[in-house]
């Protein structure tokens, strides 16, 4: 049973357009959603996170938006560039008592074109 | 990545041949994961550590066993290696909510098991 979804699992954009990644999850325990960015031979990294009390959160170009009644979250890259190509996860936590173990999506190659 | 080390970084091993990885952390985070990566599949837990000792089984630990002797070390055995096992192993650190939750992640080591 997978317990987050992600979708798309592969983006194309061209460089300075808007790319925009979307998650949805069922367990209403989560409470803490991070995203991570993974570029090739590396491990994911922390990119931003957001909890559930707040329906948006900016971090330069990089943006979570939060939709708690319809338990979905995404994430939009504005100005997308050659650099952002990557592969991103979403996950999700129950922080509040729980084992802070993340549920992952599958993960979104993105490839920004020049 | 700083704070956390893998080794090897690439192995080639046999069928049926044990092999053991190894992380190791600097920074005194009581939590320890192994994490495996392959396509379409994401990021997907084997085993994890809460303290020295203290291990348990993620959504895919058969074939796989842990040790955790001091906190720095989190050892994954493939007791006898198989095909299936040829993925991206990767470790990842935890301070448990004392921060932000968030994860370290290792650099891993690529498994290839002819």
């Known amino acids: 049973q997978q317990q987050v979804k992600q979708s798309p699992q592969s983006l194309i954009v061209q460089k300075g357009g808007i790319s925009i990644i979307n998650c949805a999850y069922e367990?209403?325990?989560?409470?803490?959603f991070p995203w991570y960015q993974q570029f090739p031979g590396k491990g994911p990294a922390l990119l931003i996170a957001i909890r559930p009390d707040v329906s948006e959160k900016k971090e330069g170009r990089f943006t979570i938006s939060f939709n708690k009644s319809a338990k979905q979250f995404s994430l939009h890259i504005m100005d997308s560039q050659p650099g952002d190509s990557a592969t991103y996860f979403c996950?999700?936590?129950?922080?509040?008592?729980?084992?802070?173990?993340?549920?992952f999506g599958r993960g979104t190659s993105l490839i920004v074109h020049p | 990545d700083a704070g956390i080390t893998q080794s090897p970084r690439h192995k080639v091993t046999e069928t049926g041949t044990p092999v053991t990885l190894r992380c190791h952390q600097t920074?005194?985070?009581?939590?320890m994961y192994w994490y495996r990566q392959d396509p379409g599949h994401g990021l997907r837990l084997i085993h994890y550590?809460?303290?020295?000792?203290?291990?348990d089984k993620g959504e895919v630990s058969d074939g796989y066993s842990v040790s955790r002797s001091k906190t720095e070390d989190f050892l994954l055995t493939l007791e006898s290696a198989t095909s299936s096992q040829t993925s991206v192993y990767f470790c990842?650190?935890?301070?448990?909510?004392?921060?932000?939750?968030?994860?370290?992640f290792g650099s891993g080591t690529r498994l290839t098991v002819v």
């Open positions: 990842a650190i935890s301070d448990a909510g004392l921060s932000n939750y968030g994860y370290t």
């Open positions: 550590s809460y303290g020295v000792k203290d291990t």
């Open positions: 996950a999700a936590i129950v922080a509040s008592g729980g084992s802070y173990i993340p549920t």
């Open positions: 367990n209403t325990a989560f409470d803490y």
């Open positions: 920074e005194n985070h009581r939590y």
